[in-house]
Each structure stands twice: as structure tokens, then as C-alpha cells.
T-cell receptor, first 115, second 114 residues
Framework: DADVTQTPRNRITKTGKRIMLECSQT?????MYWYRQDPGLGLRLIYY???????NKGEISDGYSVSRQAQAKFSLSLESAIPNQTALYFC??????????????FGPGTRLLVL | AQTVTQSQPEMSVQEAETVTLSCTYD???????LFWYKQPPSRQMILVIR????KQQNATENRFSVNFQKAAKSFSLKISDSQLGDTAMYFC???????????WGAGTKLIIKP
């Protein structure tokens, strides 16, 4: 969905480096999420944010931090990357106020390789 | 706790055939939503179809339809007249009315052969 963008699309980094993955959305949604996808495991929630001042840990937040700079921007940081953080990372958004389903819409993903 | 199970890791069918992907879930709640997402080789996660638990009528979106069996806690996806572009990973997901969280299955890899 072009309304949710992620940068970079691919990233190779080395163990111990700090990196940031960025997500922007033009959907006007209030809620944003970061997921990690590993083969055979589906998607796992890292962090979620209900608004700029409301940020919460998901099921696998260790080793990650986030920043919600504005309603439209939600960044994920790996403070000191390690090889088992090699994965596909997705940002998603949802609209709590106007969508009863609160369907989540996804960005194109960032493939991260930690050497 | 809610769980979602997709028992078919991989399936393949010939183009133009009909294929059904299975999904079962476990919950003690009555009010929830169910979703099918598609992830083609481009990696994009795309919403295919969704269903509200209180609606008995099965959702349909063009060639995609679901068979929702609430008592059996089953939510299968049927793809009719399959096309090469349907080749993708398909994920089933569950969400309670009162909760933001999506619970995901592990996915089924579907290959459409020419």
C-alpha cells in the first residue's frame, strides 16, 4: 500500500551497529505498529503506538526501541544489531476512530541482514 | 489466549483450478474479526478478505471467498479460477473486537502452476 512507506527497503549491517528503520504514512491513521517476520513464524509484534504519546511494547521488544516523531512517522531502532535480528520488518497502521474493524495496512517491508 | 493455526505449510494447484486454504483458531470470546492477508514475492502484505464473527453470511471478494464455521472455529479461504498472480504466502489473522492486537497464523505458501 503506497500510503504506508518504509525506508530503507533493504539494509545490510554489521553486528554491534545501531540502525534505524523508518515508517511514514499518509492514511491519517492514529495507530502504528512494528512487526518482525521470520520464516515459518508468521508476524510478531515488536512495538505499537496508539498516538504520539502512547507507545507500548509488543511480544518481542528486547533489543529494539521506537520513536513516534509525529502522527505520521514511527521509527524502529536496533541499538546494537545482532545476527538473530536478521528478518523482514513491517510497519502497519490502523484507524481506531473510523474503522470498526481496525484493519491493519502494511508498508512494503524492510529486509535486514545483520552480519 | 487466542491462537491461529494454518495446517498446510505449502500447497500447489494448476492455474484455473479452485483451491481452499484452511485456518482454525481458538478463542473463548464471541466477538471478533478474522482476516486473510496475501504476501506475494514482492513482500507486500495485502488484505484479501475479512469476516465479522457475528455475521453468518460468508464474505466474498471477487474470486476470493471464505467458509466461516463459527462453532468449529474454522475460517477457510477459497480461491476460484486461480491465476498465476495468486502465487503467494497467505496468512490468517484473528482480532478481538475490544483489542488492537492481530494474532497471526504461520502462513501457507500457495503455488499456482501454469
Amino acid at each position: 500500500d503506497a500510503d504506508v512507506t518504509q525506508t530503507p527497503r533493504n539494509r545490510i549491517t554489521k553486528t554491534g551497529k545501531r540502525i534505524m528503520l523508518e515508517c511514514s504514512q499518509t492514511k491519517g491513521h492514529d495507530r502504528m505498529y512494528w512487526y518482525r517476520q521470520d520464516p515459518g513464524l508468521g508476524l510478531r509484534l515488536i512495538y505499537y503506538s496508539f498516538d504520539v504519546k502512547d507507545i507500548n511494547k509488543g511480544e518481542i521488544s528486547d533489543g529494539y526501541s521506537v520513536s513516534r516523531q509525529a502522527q505520521a512517522k514511527f521509527s524502529l531502532s536496533l541499538e546494537s544489531a545482532i545476527p538473530n535480528q536478521t528478518a523482514l520488518y513491517f510497519c502497519a497502521t490502523s484507524d481506531f476512530g473510523r474503522d470498526l474493524w481496525e484493519t491493519q495496512y502494511f508498508g512494503p517491508g524492510t529486509r535486514l541482514l545483520v552480519l | 489466549a487466542q491462537t491461529v493455526t494454518q495446517s498446510q505449510p505449502e500447497m500447489s494447484v494448476q492455474e484455473a483450478e479452485t483451491v481452499t486454504l484452511s485456518c482454525t483458531y481458538d478463542t473463548s470470546e464471541n466477538n471478533y474479526y478474522l482476516f486473510w492477508y496475501k504476501q506475494p514475492p514482492s513482500r507486500q502484505m495485502i488484505l484479501v478478505i475479512r469476516q465479522e464473527a457475528y455475521k453468518q453470511q460468508n464474505a466474498t471478494e471477487n474470486r476470493f471467498s471464505v467458509n466461516f464455521q463459527k462453532a468449529a472455529k474454522s475460517f477457510s479461504l477459497k480461491i476460484s479460477d486461480s491465476q498465476l498472480g495468486d502465487t503467494a504466502m497467505y496468512f490468517c489473522a484473528f482480532k478481538l473486537y475490544s483489542n488492537y492486537q492481530l494474532i497471526w497464523g504461520a502462513g501457507t505458501k500457495l503455488i499456482i502452476k501454469p
